[in-house]
């Protein structure tokens, strides 16, 4: 769903700082990004000291059209450079170069997994970095940390020319989205949206056909969408956090989320399929 395609991740960063780069500087989830005319930018800079900044680590991502690219944390409180500010992800989605923005969204996953995995989680001894992969080692016990992610299902389940929608209590005033949720240990990712589905609202569902994926970077999931066919049942809620849910037809939908998310890209699949049954 993200087209990265300009975008090669490395582990090994170059021997010699000697040519620009693009630097993704997060004060916990929040990136620096330099307030322009028509919208936000990045550093771009041999290193990021040149801005007087005193990154607390630093981890190199690859390169973005044979550009290098690092992310790097400062400390809290750090004041940005003048024209310069803190901003969160979601916030700069549209305003950022859109390659950019994917990349700040691995950057700031894999800041958070390096903060938060400092001592193994078996012994308590402080964990090593591999030179050559994305991983931490345990000097002890051997044990490997890897980037924490969490996979997630989301899906458009569709009766005739209509779409389910559903309300979290967590929405803002009035959204409506596709429904998702975490897969389970042990499970595989067309039962989890057969699980998700029938907990959420209470019906079944057949013909599971896979969509797309997209990193969610808030903090570390994984989004696989799907979309499904409506069997059977009646629309009931039994899980608090659903507020409320029904089929929509795409002449009276209610405020859906933005253009950032994979879920508007299933709603929006949806609508052109609709439009080019109109149009038959
Ligand atoms: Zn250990």
């Not at 090669?8 to 040519?19: D, G, L, Q």
């Not at 993704?24 to 990045?42: D, H, R, T, Y």
């Not at 950057?107 to 995995?117: F, G």
Request: proline share 7%; with cysteine; net charge negative.
């Amino acid at each position: 769903m993200t087209d990265n395609r300009k975008f090669v991740s490395e582990i090994v960063p170059p021997e010699v700082r000697s040519e620009s780069a693009w630097w993704f500087v997060f004060q916990e989830s929040k990136l620096l990004v330099e307030k322009g005319p028509s919208g936000v930018n990045l550093p771009y800079l041999i290193h990021i000291t040149e801005l007087g900044l005193a990154p607390l680590r630093e981890h190199y991502l690859g390169r973005l059209d044979h550009r290098p690219c690092y992310a790097v944390e400062v400390a809290e409180g750090t004041i940005p450079p003048a024209g310069m500010a803190f901003d969160g992800l979601r916030q700069v989605y549209g305003r950022l170069d859109e390659d950019l923005f994917w990349i700040a969204a691995r950057a700031v996953q894999i800041i958070d997994w390096d903060r938060t995995h400092q001592f193994c989680g078996r012994c308590g001894v402080p964990l090593r970095a591999k030179t050559a992969e994305r991983v931490k080692e345990c000097p002890q016990c051997g044990l490997l940390h890897f980037p924490r992610l969490a996979p997630a299902i989301i899906v458009l389940v569709e009766r005739g020319n209509e779409l389910l929608l559903a309300r979290s209590r967590h929405f803002i005033p009035g959204m409506y989205s596709v429904l998702a949720g975490f897969v389970e240990p042990g499970e595989s990712l067309e039962e989890a949206v057969v699980r998700e589905v029938k907990e959420e609202v209470g019906i079944e569902i057949k013909d599971i056909k896979y969509f797309g994926s997209q990193p969610w970077p808030f903090p570390h999931s994984l989004m696989i969408g799907f979309t499904a066919t409506y069997a059977s049942r009646e629309i009931s809620l039994n899980d608090e956090e659903i507020e409320d849910a029904g089929w929509f037809t795409i002449d009276k939908l209610p405020r859906i989320p933005g253009k950032i998310s994979i879920a508007r890209k299933l709603i929006d699949g949806f609508l052109a399929k609709q439009e080019s049954v109109h149009e038959d």
